[in-house]
T-cell receptor, first 113, second 116 residues
Framework: EAGVVQSPRYKIIEKKQPVAFWCNPI?????LYWYLQNLGQGPELLIR????????DSQLPKDRFSAERLKGVDSTLKIQPAELGDSAVYLC???????????FGPGTRLTVL | AQSVTQLGSHVSVSEGALVLLRCNYS??????LFWYVQYPNQGLQLLLK??????LVKGINGFEAEFKKSETSFHLTKPSAHMSDAAEYFC??????????????FGQGTILTVHP
């Protein structure tokens, strides 16, 4: 069974540029999460989807970050414009339901110059 | 509100020695507790979880953890370290039920180094 797929794995951009990350969850998993992991810290939840509905986006900086999961399957996280402080690893995870084990993808490492 | 504190950002042990990684939590309701491992450039992998059944939880790769309510702790142990255990370990808490069910709050992580 394929795990959570994320692309790209690495991205280097200049500040003020836009960037997008893509996540394909495990087949059949209704719940999808985006986490931010700064260097030397644990992941922090940005947004959680139940199917196509964002049920918890309280930690998403909505002035520059946006996310979508249009058909309740794969998801895209966007930053526009990127700032130096956005350099981090962006992790996607999925679970069968909100209370089930979360399976993590390998992450996208973003470097903003 | 829920939070996790991992004592010690770095732990170093010799191969074959006991591994002890400390985790204390704070939660207003009975929590679910988790330990994840992260190898370089990889995502997090679940080692074990406590969901209010047995207080001593056994996980993969010989790891186990004991839930101690009186101490609000969930320390991770392994009797004999192996070189392949070198990685970063994260303790996490979630609260079952309510609007934040399933939301994981992670600790800062502990990097485990294993010496030959």
């Amino acid at each position: 069974e394929a795990g959570v797929v994320q692309s790209p794995r690495y991205k280097i951009i200049e500040k003020k540029q836009p960037v997008a990350f893509w996540c394909n969850p495990i087949s059949g998993h209704n719940t999808l999460y985006w986490y931010l992991q700064n260097l030397g810290q644990g992941p922090e939840l940005l947004i959680r989807y139940e199917n196509e509905e964002a049920v918890d986006d309280s930690q998403l900086p909505k002035d520059r970050f946006s996310a979508e999961r249009l058909k309740g399957v794969d998801s895209t996280l966007k930053i526009q414009p990127a700032e130096l402080g956005d350099s981090a690893v962006y992790l996607c995870a999925s679970s069968l339901a909100g209370w089930d084990e979360q399976f993590f993808g390998p992450g996208t490492r973003l470097t903003v110059l | 509100a829920q939070s996790v504190t991992q004592l010690g950002s770095h732990v170093s042990v010799s191969e074959g020695a006991l591994v002890l990684l400390r985790c204390n939590y704070s939660s207003s309701v009975p929590p679910y507790l988790f330990w994840y491992v992260q190898y370089p450039n990889q995502g997090l992998q679940l080692l074990l979880k406590y969901t209010s059944a047995a207080t001593l939880v056994k996980g993969i790769n010989g790891f186990e953890a004991e839930f101690k309510k009186s101490e609000t702790s969930f320390h991770l142990t392994k009797p004999s370290a192996h070189m392949s255990d070198a990685a970063e370990y994260f303790c996490a808490v979630s609260t079952p039920g309510g609007t934040s069910y399933g939301k994981l709050t992670f600790g800062q992580g502990t990097i485990l180094t294993v010496h030959p």
